[in-house]
């Protein structure tokens, strides 16, 4: 399997533009989670899905960020507007087993930095 | 509150020697601990994964303990390589604590290998 694929790796736009992310989860994994990392805070959970239904989203700062899951092979992080301060690296991660017990998968990150 | 707190926050060694890595939770009630290793621009990939009744766990070169009554819990890197500079995050699993997906984590320990 390729492991969980997230994209673009790398974004910079400027503030107030919309960002969307995306993520393709490893085949077979029923749970996809959103983490956000900045050097101050580490990781955060932001949403997971379970079997593309959104579980928990109570680590969604604010109302600019929105994520969805339309079916079992992929998923979107956008904000809108963007601001500055969303500068970080958003982590997609997949697991067969849910959590805290299951082993997650993360993907390579994509990096976004607002202007 | 649960909290993970991981030290040193950075740590720089010669190619060739051990060391260790240490990691204090308070996170209840206990489930499991994690410890991942992330390259610079990459995702976390899991070293080990460790229950309430296991206090040790290898993997190659790297090697984890566990002390429940402490709440403590250790990497140890032998012989270590170029390829090991990275940060290691540990993350404890809890059925009732930390985020929505169960898990707290530290901000991790950077650590560089020199030649």
């Known amino acids: 399997d390729a492991g969980v694929i997230q994209s673009p790796r790398h974004e910079v736009t400027e503030m107030g533009q919309e960002v969307t992310l995306r993520c393709k989860p490893i085949s077979g994994h029923d749970y996809l989670f959103w983490y956000r990392q900045t050097m101050m805070r580490g990781l955060e959970l932001l949403i997971y899905?379970?079997?593309?239904?959104?579980?928990?989203d109570s680590g969604m700062p604010e109302d600019r960020f929105s994520a969805k899951m339309p079916n079992a092979s992929f998923s979107t992080l956008k904000i809108q507007p963007s601001e500055p301060r969303d500068s970080a690296v958003y982590f997609c991660a997949s697991s067969f087993i849910p959590a805290p017990t299951g082993e997650l998968f993360f993907g390579e990150g994509s990096r976004l930095t607002v202007l | 509150k649960n909290q993970v707190e991981q030290s040193p926050q950075s740590l720089i060694i010669l190619e060739g020697k051990n060391c260790t890595l240490q990691c204090n939770y308070t996170v209840s009630p206990f489930s499991n601990l994690r410890w991942y290793k992330q390259d610079t621009g990459r995702g976390p990939v899991s070293l080990t994964i460790?229950?309430?009744?296991?206090n040790t766990k290898s993997n190659g070169r790297y090697t984890a303990t566990l002390d429940a009554d402490t709440k403590q819990s250790s990497l140890h890197i032998t012989a270590s390589q170029l390829s090991d500079s990275a940060s290691y995050i540990c993350?404890?699993?809890?059925?009732?604590?930390?985020?929505?997906?169960?898990?707290?984590f530290g901000k991790g320990t950077h650590l560089i290998i020199q030649p």
């Open positions: 899905f379970n079997n593309n239904v959104p579980i928990d």
């Open positions: 460790m229950t309430f009744s296991e």
């Open positions: 993350v404890v699993g809890s059925r009732t604590g930390g985020g929505a997906d169960g898990l707290t």
